[in-house]
């Protein structure tokens, strides 16, 4: 449905004649004002529009009333439809003799979960990955973000330092495991240097990627003014690159986990982390404590991508939010 108004102005020759159309499609509703002049182009707006002018018209949509609903019960479904496919491979696939492998949802509560001495062992493990986890993701940052500092002011150190960063990208990190082992022993600290290793190179990429991405017309904003180089990284360059920064550090989060469980599967010595009981499940036949492991671990990673995302939105603001305009 269309409707279609026209005002007439009678205060003199600078008369502008503006159409309004107003166009209704199922539950969204867009308002766009078009004028005779570029000047006096806007968005007339509903009620939870935005009111914007310039030289084009910008046109906003109405989240639909159910869109909250569906945001919930979607991802609800598809973990019904996991907890649905893992049911059926449990009954319907394997034998009775083998559902030790992959034992059923109600056994890996009952007998994992609602263990007393089962979760003490899980919840010690726990902490001994969240501090290797936040270590070396922690030292990752700090890292990363100087080595692409470094890249970002220069050419020739992009040319000369990148390589040997997609380089320690490609090398399979059991390769080097057995040499951590050797130059820095079995304990804490190999673990955190593998937990490093794994999660550098996105930090990398992503803070470089971000500090070349800003405009060029801002670059020579800043030459106008004479602004010195750190001048220029502190107040432009490193504000723009944020929502790229953040989206490495998404990235290294859920990454430095599977460090910290590498790590602790190799090395045996020192605490024992998620890892080490993952094997130690494993090697016993241990089904429904092996799956709750897993799952805990699963929500490690979960848990510090939604930190980092949450920080992330803390730094950047709603500015860059783009997931609002979704319909």
């Given amino acids: 449905m269309t409707s279609t108004r026209t005002d007439r102005p009678t205060t003199g020759k600078d008369t502008v004649e503006d159409t309004v159309e107003d166009t209704v499609e199922g539950d969204a509703v867009t308002d766009v004002v078009a004028g005779t002049e570029p000047a ?9 529009e935005l009111v914007a002018t310039g030289t084009a018209p910008l046109v906003r949509r109405k989240r639909r009333r159910g869109g909250k609903l569906l945001d919930v019960l979607a991802p609800l479904a598809v973990l019904g439809a996991l907890i649905g496919l893992w049911y059926a491979i449990t009954y319907l696939v394997l034998e009775p003799g083998k559902r030790f492998l992959m034992p059923a949802p109600q056994d890996v509560i009952t007998e994992a979960f609602l263990d007393g001495p089962t979760m003490e062992k899980i919840g010690e493990a726990l902490g001994n990955t969240v501090s290797v986890t936040f270590a070396g993701l922690t030292i990752a940052i700090v890292i990363g973000m100087a080595w692409a500092v470094v890249m970002s002011q220069a050419r020739v150190a992009e040319r000369s330092l990148f390589p040997y960063a997609v380089a320690l990208q490609c090398i399979p990190i059991l390769a080097l495991v057995p040499l951590i082992g050797f130059w820095f022993g079995y304990d804490f600290t190999a673990r955190v240097i593998v937990c490093v290793l794994i999660a550098l190179f996105p930090i990398v990429s992503n803070t470089l990627f971000g500090l070349q991405s800003v405009d060029r017309g801002q670059h020579e904003l800043f030459d106008l003014h004479g602004a010195s180089r750190l001048t220029r990284l502190v107040k432009l360059q490193f ?19 599977v460090g910290a469980i590498v790590g602790d599967v190799f090395f045996r010595q020192g605490e024992a982390g998620l890892g080490s009981l993952l094997d130690n499940f ?17 929500l490690l990673g979960f848990a510090t991508f939604l930190v980092f995302g949450w920080l992330g939105k803390l730094a950047v603001g709603r500015w860059y939010d783009t997931s609002r305009d979704a319909a």
């Fill in 239 to 257: 504000p723009a690159a944020m929502p790229a920064i953040f989206a490495g550090f998404r990235i290294s989060a859920g990454l430095s986990v």
């Fill in 282 to 298: 494993r090697s016993r036949l241990q089904g429904p404590e092996l799956f709750a492991t897993i799952i805990v671990t699963a």
């Fill in 40 to 48: 006096t182009v806007g968005v007339v707006a509903a009620e939870g």
